[in-house]
Structure formats: structure tokens, C-alpha cells
């Protein structure tokens, strides 16, 4: 069919057939997602833009770049991992919504209410498709190393991180929350040292990228010390622990795809509670899909999450971890893998 | 059908939560805590002046 189709004696049918090649690939899932990424990326970063422009974000208020972009909606958290204090941002993940209004003693109604209606209407497709950690990674994912697959053992052994990463992270939301409550938050504040702000925010590798690394390349805190690198020994124990967390999640996104979204984002974990109930999904079809014994088994080697999609059951995939990028959809030979709502 | 059931009615407790929380005015309170601890981070930043 193919061969027939590239016969030069018909050039109507060749031209067709390049045109509707060239359209496939243009308009192929993944680099629809890698451009809506990119602009996702620049608009929720625009403070970096004035930045560049010659506006110091820092000079005008400490938070200037947030919520820039979204004056309509004002500060309602974004259904992402964005870390608060990010000086080019736009807005911030809803979990660092209930770690700061939860450790004012109060239950964050808003974040709650985008933590459950997100998830449940759209999936994760956030980190999918907007996410700017997940588009890092996603880039680091691009360059031309040999990944590696980690076994579904792996995967479900690690897997549980995330929820004791989102556990410890609530468990101290709501110490703190009752130490205000209860007027000891000063006396607290000085037992728990920087984890009396926010746990996970004092640890989070996004908010390393997003945060610490902006402020030390904007208030020129890093070139003394590039020119003389001993005085980098006078940092905090506690950036040294960041970066190096940082550099293992970008090391590990260089052989494996989205190794934070997989095994460690707290975000990503609260969503994928109810994300499995999600009205937008992905569906597999049996008629398509040759009695599951698909010899490619592209859909499950494209994953990015590492889901088993050959071994759930047919029709709707009701997975966590689906993050529905819709790279199975757009590798699948068989065009059997399908996007579906409800 | 029955998961669709939840999602609907996580969708209407999400909405709920939401219209509740802007009724409380908590993204206002969002943005004070942003910007309280906007300055959290600063005693773990090195020094901004070279050590000389």
C-alpha cells in the first residue's frame, strides 16, 4: 500500500500520501505537548522575561512574578508542582497552598477544592502537558542517551515514596496548623528550624531549580564564588543537600523518563488518588488491539510513567499514575489505544 | 458507571471547597503567606557579599 502510494507515475496519490505523512508527524501528540510544554513554561515563567528586559523582580516585591498572568483567577493554585518563591513565577502548586495556609491553622479550601476537581475532570493531564519540572525532565529526556526501563518491581517498590513524601508533608501541614492553633507556633518554629515554613519546601528539587538556583544567579551570589570556589564551602549544609538531590533527579531524568513524577512528587501522589476516577482518560480496544498479544507493545515501552497498559484489563484505564500524555495513543501501530471522555 | 459517579462527585465537593474557600477570601491569604514567606528562604542563601 505504502509502495503503491510513493509510485511516482502518480503523483496525485504520492503528493496526498506526503502531505498526509508530513501532517501526522506535525501534528504528532508528542510534539503537540512538547510546544504547548514550551509556552506553558515561558507564560508561567514570565517574570524571566521582564527580567531579561531589564526589570529585576526582586527589587520591585519579593513575590513580583507571582500572579502576573492569571489576574482573573488571582491566586488560585495551580494543579502542579510550581514552588512558591519562584521569582520568575506566575503562580504556585496547590500543595504549597495547604503547606502555608494549613500552618496558619486554617483548612485550605481552595487547594483542596482544585486538588479534588482537577484530578477528577482531567486526570493528571497537568503534569503531562503543563508541568514545568515535568518539562524539564521531558527535555532531559531528549538528549541522545540509551534509557533505561525500570521493571514494574521497580516501579512498585518505589512507587510508595511519593505518598510517604505527600504523608510527612500533611502530618507536618497539620502540626503546624495546631501548634498556631494552639499559640506554641514561635516555640515550634525554633525546634523545626527551616521545616517549620514548609516541610517538603525545604527539600523539593523543583523548587531548587525554580527557586534557589534564580535567586543566586539574580542577587550575583554565586559568582564570587565560581571565581573562587572555597568559598562555597560557607554554604548551608542545606543547599549542598538540595543540589545534590536536584543533580541526582536531573542524572536519573538523563536514563530514565519523569523519574520524579514516578516516584517522588507529593503533588503528583495527592493527585493520582483521585485521578484513577478521572472523567478524561485513555481506553484500549480489543478489536483493535490484537487479542493483547501485540508483539511492539508500544503503548507500555512509550509510558513515561512506566505503566503496564498490556496487563490492565481492556477498555478505560484506571491508573493512577497516568499522567495522559498520549504518547501510547500516538505510538500505538494498531491505533488501538484511544483518548476517551467520560 | 460507578467511578464516574465518584468523579462527579468529587467534581461538585471540589467545587464546593472552591466556592467556599473564594468565599472566605483564602486566595487573598494565599498571596499573604506567599509573600510572608517569600523571605523564608533567605537565612539558607549564602552571603550576597563576597567574603573579603
Not at chain 1, 135 to 157: C, E, G, H, M, Y
Not at chain 2, 32 to 47: G, H, K, T
Request: aromatic fraction near 14%.
Amino acid at each position: 500500500m505504502k509502495r503503491d502510494l510513493l509510485d511516482w507515475s502518480r503523483p496525485h496519490k504520492t503528493l496526498h500520501f506526503v502531505i498526509k505523512k508530513a501532517f501526522d508527524e506535525l501534528l504528532a501528540i508528542r510534539i503537540i505537548r512538547f510546544f504547548v510544554q514550551m509556552i506553558a513554561f515561558v507564560l508561567l515563567s514570565f517574570a524571566a522575561i521582564t527580567f531579561v528586559l531589564g526589570y529585576n523582580p526582586l527589587l520591585a516585591s519579593p513575590l513580583a512574578g507571582v500572579g502576573w498572568l492569571i489576574p482573573i483567577f488571582g491566586y488560585i493554585p495551580l494543579p502542579f508542582d510550581m514552588p512558591h518563591g519562584y521569582p520568575a513565577g506566575t503562580g504556585t502548586g496547590f500543595l504549597d497552598a495547604i503547606m502555608l495556609i494549613g500552618q496558619a491553622g486554617m483548612f485550605p479550601y481552595i487547594a483542596v477544592g482544585v486538588a479534588l476537581l482537577v484530578p477528577a475532570l482531567v486526570g493528571r493531564s497537568f503534569c503531562g502537558w503543563i508541568c514545568p519540572f515535568g518539562f524539564v525532565q521531558d527535555v532531559l529526556a531528549l538528549t541522545p542517551i540509551r534509557k533505561r526501563w525500570p521493571s514494574a518491581k521497580t516501579n512498585q517498590t518505589l512507587s510508595p515514596i511519593k505518598f510517604a513524601v505527600l504523608g510527612i508533608t500533611l502530618l507536618f501541614v497539620f502540626w503546624l496548623g495546631l501548634s498556631t492553633f494552639l499559640g506554641i507556633q514561635q516555640d515550634l518554629a525554633r525546634t523545626l528550624g527551616p521545616f517549620a515554613t514548609a516541610f517538603w519546601s525545604v527539600l523539593s528539587p523543583s523548587g531548587t531549580f525554580f527557586v534557589i538556583i534564580p535567586y543566586l544567579v539574580i542577587t550575583n551570589n554565586i559568582s564570587p564564588f565560581i571565581a573562587n570556589w572555597a568559598h562555597m564551602l560557607t554554604w548551608q549544609p542545606l543547599i549542598w543537600i538540595r543540589l545534590v538531590f536536584l543533580g541526582i533527579i536531573l542524572a536519573l531524568a538523563l536514563f530514565i523518563r519523569r523519574p520524579y513524577c514516578r516516584w517522588i512528587c507529593p503533588e503528583g501522589a495527592l493527585m493520582s488518588i483521585f485521578s484513577r476516577f478521572s472523567l478524561l482518560g485513555v481506553s484500549r480496544r480489543p478489536t483493535e488491539c490484537p487479542g493483547g498479544m501485540c508483539e511492539s507493545q508500544r503503548c507500555e515501552k512509550e509510558c513515561p510513567m512506566g505503566i503496564r497498559f498490556m496487563q490492565a484489563p481492556w477498555g478505560r484505564l484506571y491508573s493512577g499514575d497516568c499522567i495522559l500524555c498520549g504518547d501510547c495513543v500516538a505510538k500505538c501501530p494498531e491505533h488501538a489505544v484511544k483518548v476517551v471522555f467520560p | 458507571m460507578e467511578r464516574r459517579v465518584i468523579a462527579i462527585a468529587l467534581i461538585c465537593i471540589g467545587l464546593c471547597s472552591l466556592a467556599f474557600g473564594l468565599a472566605l477570601g483564602q486566595h487573598e491569604l494565599v498571596r499573604f503567606w506567599l509573600q510572608r514567606f517569600s523571605d523564608a528562604y533567605a537565612p539558607y542563601f549564602p552571603p550576597r557579599i563576597p567574603l573579603l
